[in-house]
């Protein structure tokens, strides 16, 4: 099994699960732990969202529904992300957000493609890696940072420049 095959089979919360987590990023204490826990929520909806989408795909029948699901969802997600990178002035804010840009953009040539009735499945695959690879690298970063600043502030040491 290839790791973009893994990326469709990993384990995920139920989206009733993620609804009551969905205010997270309100913690008045630190803002920190309900923040990872709700992106942490969301990423696993998205493979959900994946999931489902591959199945389509491997059913051939009509994907513009979850397709629409995937942008939307994508869109409240990474503004969440960048709201957190505001609040804590994550200094690698505009890479990571060009990233989420890039991202939109592979879930718009993905809807491209399937008005146009071509197949979607190779792109699918391309674009789940590099989803899995923004959530290891990108979202990893910006949460270790939220932790870090979090920590600090709660500590009297002040947020970080
Ligand atoms: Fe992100
Ligand atoms: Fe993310």
Known sequence: MTSDQDTFRRPAESPMEHSRRADGDADPATGAPCLAEAVHSEHAIQRQLLRALAAVVAEARDTSEFLQALADFSQRHFEREERAMARHRYPDGPAHCAEHRRLQDEIECLQAL??????????????????????????????????????RTASGGGPSA
């Open 114 to 151: 399937a008005a146009s009735d071509k197949p979607v499945g190779d792109a699918l695959v391309r674009f789940a890696a590099a989803l899995q690879s923004h959530v290891e690298g990108a979202d990893a970063s910006l949460l270790a940072h939220v932790a870090g600043h979090a920590g």
